[in-house]
Structures are given as C-alpha cells and as structure tokens.
C-alpha cells in the first residue's frame, strides 16, 4: 500500500521558472512531512521540512505548503536553476517516530538552462 | 566529519552467491536504516535499528534477507543466496535518536545480480 503518492514522476522547467512538485498521503497519523532531494550517485539529503502547525515553510527559494484538511502538501521551487536538477522525494512519519520515513515515489527535476 | 560510510559502492555477482553490504554509521546516531532503491517501487524501508536492536525489519523482502548491528558504528545486509531481482541500490542511513526525521543517508551501494 502506498500511503505517499507523489506527482509528477518527471517535470522539466526553464531556468528561473517555478518547479511545483505535488504530495498526497492517507495516514491521519503522520505528523512530519520532509522533503529530501538526491543527486545522481549520492543518497537522498534532507532539503526542508514541515510540521501540520503551520500551513507554510520557506527557506530560501524553496518553499513547503501544506493543506491539513485535504491531506496534501507541496514544494514550490522559485526561480529554479540547472543545479537544482536532481530527484526530489516527499516523506511522512507519525506520531513520535520521526524517523519511520515513507517516501513517495519520487519526482526527476531538469531545469534547463 | 564523515558521513555514513558504506562498502561496497558496486557490487556484481552471480545468481545464487552471498552478498554482504556494510555500512558505518555516523558516530553518536542511535538509529540505522536499511533502504532499498529501484525504478519501480522507489525507496523502500528494509529494516531499523535503534539502539543496535533491530526494531522493525517487516519490510525486509524474505529470509534470504538478514541484516545485524554487532555494535553501534557497523551494520551489515546479507543476501544469501541472491537473485536478479534482488539488483537495486541498498542504501543506509543512520539518524540521531529522538530528533525528528531527519536521516542521513551514505552513498549507496549499488548491487547487480546476474
């Protein structure tokens, strides 16, 4: 059973555009919703993060919005650049198990120049 | 400081032969993951370690999976005997007990069964 389902499986943006990566889960119990992002050959690397509190995270030009009641949450890429062509994971954990990952499938970003 | 340190990078064998990964986790982290990464069912959670006990290996794909953590700085993923489906990169990441979420991952080992 897959509780994250992640949307597009591939997205091609032109550089300055704005990469919109989309996340949707079933588990009420989550709590924790990080994104991790993996360039080719490396493993995955905590990128930003967000906790049902709030409905949005920004840090830098990378931004988390989050819809409690509709159980979705997205990440929003401004001003996307080459160097940010990589594979971006959404995850989820419940309730005091931060780190009982479930990765949605994944989405391969290419920005081009 | 090092990362999670995990050996080998690529592996190439045969059907039916014994595989071991290793890793070394990052020193103070008390939890150990093992995932495993394909094209077709992403990342998936083998098994998690807390504490060198292993917590929950329901996802660990039938016994000819193992997987220990003699102590706290290394864990090996044994295959025996391993199987063309088994060809995917075997990640381990290690995270530090009681902090939310975040895991951090090595480098992978990528695994080809012929």
């Known amino acids: 059973q897959q509780q994250v389902k992640q949307s597009p499986q591939s997205l091609i943006v032109q550089k300055g555009g704005i990469s919109i990566i989309n996340c949707a889960y079933e588990n009420t119990a989550f709590d924790y919703f990080p994104w991790y992002q993996q360039f080719p050959g490396k493993g995955p690397a905590l990128l930003i993060a967000?906790?049902?509190?709030?409905s949005e995270k920004k840090e830098g030009r990378f931004t988390i919005s989050f819809n409690k009641s509709a159980k979705q949450f997205s990440l929003h890429i401004m001003d996307s650049q080459p160097g940010d062509s990589a594979t971006y994971f959404c995850?989820?954990?419940?309730?005091?198990?931060?780190?009982?990952?479930?990765f949605g499938g994944g989405t391969r970003l290419m920005v081009k120049p | 400081d090092a990362g999670v340190i995990q050996s080998p990078r690529h592996e190439v064998t045969e059907m039916g032969q014994e595989v071991t990964l290793r890793c070394k986790p990052i020193s103070g982290h008390n939890s150990l993951f093992w995932y495993r990464q394909t094209m077709m069912r992403g990342l998936e959670l083998l098994i998690y370690?807390?504490?060198?006990?292993?917590?929950?290996d329901s996802g660990m794909p039938e016994d000819r999976f193992s997987a220990k953590m003699p102590n706290a700085s290394f864990s090996t993923l044994k295959i025996q005997p391993s199987e063309p489906r088994d060809s995917a990169v075997y990640f381990c990441?290690?995270?530090?007990?009681?902090?939310?979420?975040?895991?951090?991952f090595g480098e992978g080992s990528r695994l080809t069964v012929l």
């Open positions: 967000i906790r049902p509190d709030v």
């Open positions: 370690f807390n504490n060198n006990v292993p917590i929950d």
């Open positions: 990441a290690s995270s530090p007990q009681a902090v939310s979420g975040e895991l951090f």
């Open positions: 995850a989820a954990s419940p309730n005091n198990a931060g780190n009982m990952l479930t």
